[in-house]
């Protein structure tokens, strides 16, 4: 699925069958369904692309302390843009 496919994608009903965990998990963040996002990001913590979600994730929350906490755990820097520039960032790149 292309990242196009995706995002056309978040408006069905449920997340489509054939797509990864990480995006299952950014389509529940875009439907307001933080929770299913947040219990997908930490069922593989210690995995940088989870631990990457976690931190988008808390971010989305208002949590910045524990955002920057999951930041540094992915080994990356703290997301400057909006959350709509990150949801797409990383949707970007979790489908390339």
Do not use: C
Request: glycine content about 6%.
């Amino acid at each position: 699925m292309n990242y196009n496919q995706f995002k056309e994608s978040v408006t069905l009903p449920t997340p489509p069958e054939n797509i990864s965990e990480p995006l299952k998990a950014l389509w529940h963040a875009a439907n307001d369904d933080w929770e299913a996002a947040h219990n997908i990001a930490q069922s593989k913590e210690g995995t940088p692309i989870y631990d990457r979600l976690h931190a988008y994730l808390h971010r989305v929350e208002g949590d910045t302390w524990n955002a920057g906490y999951w930041y540094k755990r992915a080994g990356e820097a703290v997301f400057k843009g909006s959350l709509q520039e990150e949801w797409e960032f990383l949707a970007q790149s979790f489908t390339k």
